[in-house]
């Protein structure tokens, strides 16, 4: 272990060194995204692993992907300006130490993952969350425009990453944008967070999932929109819900933060455009008879997150390469 | 009108005379209450005049004010290093120009308030929503640990100004912190803004008056939280309902913005440790089924706001000294 080093004495070592490329990986459950950002901050390649679950399984994982992408710029992995890591779990930004993520199969004692792989690559290392990350690569997509938003995810879960004045909230402890449990109604389902009504009982993946299961082995979102388009009244009527509750989150940020946009992102927002037209009309019907809520324009402030663009992996490559700049 | 000089162009010729001591008016609809900062900061005095209502009455009250506190300084008004003001209703602080302040008399044209103000006095003069100047104010009392809060005011509705990293947040329009218009209950009151079932309809001064009317020239609050403390069943729920619904929104701020601080203001904090004791403890109820809630050690983040400072007033002083600093 002689030849651990931290993020910190790397930066240093490294700062002479670096080609300006950064390498961001959105590391899942199932696989690890790469993307390699050029010192202009466009994307100049991408790679897409399987994930090896575990603790020498993730730093495997990450390494080979790294290692590809380095290979991509022609450059050696020492010689990139830095690494960034978006996972789905609960992350120290400080340290890039990862609490639990147990989709990675990391739970138990914090696993110092950035330190590790800074150490195994030569370069410097940062961790974050996912859903912070992927705030970041939003914002960097949009540019000027994107100095102030929320990326709301739409997955198993629904949360919120906020960026102010082009700067990430994390908030005092690090809850900015658990907006998934804020209860909406208190005759809700019982969630498992332990409250009921939260806004992710109805409005995430999940919820949507267990009111309309999958039956012909698409993702649930997707066969449920086509129900209602195909005029299922049933079907039509989940859709309304659903983006009725994916509204009132947007609501809920822009009366709190009160945020120029809100890009919808995560699984669910892989239906697109037919997601997005109806969050806009429950919006509209929301702030319909009220003169307030039509004034702040929510449904103008509403878009989809790139799908040309990796915005985790971009993301985590630019928080990455902060920490050299 | 040849002597209406904008707040920009007295900046410059204030900066040399100035003494330091700055001005901020809290301009409600029955009073204006002065405060008179020294330039460490500290409250050198305080004023407290009826307020004319209508446009050239306001105009003249603020005058009175300030004339006096700049008396009680021993400096000219023009020799002041600025004046702030707090007004109840919509302000555009570029301009310092009061879009609506329907208490004041003031609605309508847009009125040109702090420039009027300026070229009367001789000196700059800036003018915001009261609880923006509040939430600046809270910060300032809370020294150091002000620096992330939100200022929680419960009166006739509710709303918060939330300050981060030391700055006010206003949002993208000026919506930041409304919300009293988030709706928690589908089932709930009709609220005035159009909704239904927002927050502000179960936990501002309006919604407990209209469930416990005053009965003995006492406010609401106080007679409820009286009647509720000697026992009465119904007062008993009426006030752990109204806890609940404070709760609610210290719980949606926390989520939304992860604020370290919630400081609670407006009229139906003159309760005191009584009103905290019942957000604290509906707090902790929330929070007992879901060790997601109690990790955030809710209850330990709210306080109330100091009674032995007028803060809408030194944060009005703040506001205005900022503006030549």
């Known amino acids: 272990m002689s030849d651990v080093r931290t993020a910190a004495s790397m930066t240093s070592e490294a700062a002479g060194l ?5 390498v961001g990986l959105d590391v899942g459950g199932t696989k690890v995204f790469g993307a390699l950002l050029s010192a202009d901050g466009a994307l100049a390649g991408t790679v897409r692993l399987p994930t090896v679950r575990g603790r020498e399984g993730v730093v495997t994982s990450v390494v080979r992907a790294v290692e590809e992408l380095a290979l991509e710029a022609g450059v050696l992995p020492g010689e990139l300006s830095g690494v960034g890591l978006g996972v789905p779990g609960l992350v120290d930004p400080a340290t890039g130490s990862v609490v639990h993520a147990v989709n990675l199969g990391i739970d138990g004692e914090p696993f110092a993952l950035a330190e590790i792989l800074a150490a195994r690559l030569g370069v410097p290392v940062v961790a974050d969350n996912d859903l912070n990350v992927a705030a970041l690569g939003a914002a960097h997509a949009l540019g000027p425009r994107g100095r102030d938003l929320a990326f709301l995810a739409l997955g198993t879960g629904l949360a919120a990453g906020i960026v102010i004045d082009g700067r990430l909230r994390r908030g005092a402890s690090g809850a900015a944008g658990e907006i998934g449990h804020i209860p909406i109604d208190p005759l809700g389902p019982l969630c498992p967070c332990g409250q009921r009504g939260c806004v992710e009982t109805f409005a995430s993946g999940t919820a949507l999932g ?23 009244p049933r079907a039509v009527q989940i859709k309304a819900e659903f983006a009725a509750a994916v509204a009132a989150a947007v609501r809920i940020l822009v009366l709190t933060v009160d945020v120029q946009h809100v890009v919808l992102g995560g699984g669910v927002s892989a239906l697109g455009d037919t997601l997005l037209d109806a969050v806009r009309v429950a919006l509209d019907e929301q702030s319909r008879p009220s003169p307030f809520l039509t004034s702040l324009r929510l449904a103008d402030r509403v878009t989809l997150a790139p799908t040309d663009v990796p915005v985790a992996a971009m993301g985590a490559a630019i928080a990455g390469r902060r920490k050299v700049s």
């Open 18 to 22: 670096t080609s300006g490329y950064a």
């Open 210 to 232: 267990e009111r309309w299961p999958s039956r012909r082995g698409r993702p649930a979102p997707a066969e449920l929109f086509e129900a209602a388009e195909a005029g299922d």
